[in-house]
């Protein structure tokens, strides 16, 4: 079964700081790949999604994730963070031929600090 | 567009009970919506697909008779969970797919069950 890891559980910064979080998956296949966020108090919502073509992705409020497939790595990317990104950021992964069923990561926790 | 909608929001039960949480797509047509379960400080993890007018495909080890649910139409889903316990207590979320993008899943704010 495939399975998502994203190595960074907590992480704190301060506004203008840089962001990359990590996000692994363990299938060889085709897959699609996610970033979702989760904001104080609100539903899931899609920060971007890669599915085939150009490995950088853009999505949107500024951030962008690369896919590289020899690392099955999908990290995501913010140049200057802002504290409205206070949230929590999950990477998921479906599987071409898997019905579509998205296996999320354990989320990373983010804090910006003013 | 493309907003799903649960509701209740909150609900709090005795042991004992059945609870059932509706989910809806409000602007779009779902051919398939999900039903995940998420635990304090944990993911998303998947309890069932269900497609419309067919019964659900549910992951191993989630209880098909505890967890019930209805796909009856295109724009709405249930999960009823039957003969509630205390640890069923969790946030319950269900999403779902437009059929002309099948592989975007687009979320509801989900249900938090309390059962005491």
């Known amino acids: 079964a495939q399975s998502v890891s994203q190595h960074n559980h907590h992480v704190i910064l301060s506004e203008a700081a840089s962001l990359e979080l990590g996000c692994n998956y363990s299938?060889?296949?085709?897959?699609?790949l996610f970033w979702y966020v989760q904001y104080p108090g609100q539903h899931l919502q899609l920060l971007l999604k890669?599915?085939?073509?150009?490995?950088l992705v853009k999505g949107i409020k500024g951030f962008e994730a690369e896919f590289i497939k020899s690392k099955f790595s999908f990290n995501l990317r913010k140049p200057s963070v802002q504290w409205s990104d206070t949230a929590e950021y999950f990477c998921?992964?479906?599987?071409?031929?898997?019905?579509?069923?998205?296996?999320f990561g354990t989320g990373t926790q983010l804090k910006v600090e003013l | 567009g493309a907003v799903v909608s649960q509701h209740p929001s909150r609900v709090i039960c005795k042991s004992g009970t059945s609870v059932k949480i509706e989910c809806r797509s409000l602007?779009?047509?779902?051919?398939?919506m999900f039903w995940y379960r998420q635990f304090p400080k944990q993911s998303l993890m998947l309890m069932a697909t269900?497609?419309?007018?067919?019964?659900?495909?549910?992951e191993q080890g989630v209880e098909k008779d505890k967890f019930l649910i209805n796909h009856a139409s295109l724009t709405l889903s249930t999960l009823t969970v039957t003969s509630a316990h205390p640890e069923d207590s969790s946030f319950y979320i269900c999403?779902?797919?437009?059929?002309?993008?099948?592989?975007?899943?687009?979320f509801g704010p989900g249900t938090r069950l309390t059962v005491l």
């Open positions: 999403s779902a797919s437009i059929a002309r993008d099948y592989n975007e899943q687009f």
């Open positions: 269900s497609n419309e007018g067919s019964k659900a495909t549910y």
């Open positions: 299938y060889g296949g085709t897959v699609n």
């Open positions: 602007d779009f047509q779902a051919t398939t």
């Open positions: 998921a992964v479906t599987q071409t031929g898997g019905g579509n069923k998205l296996t």
């Open positions: 890669y599915f085939s073509g150009d490995p």
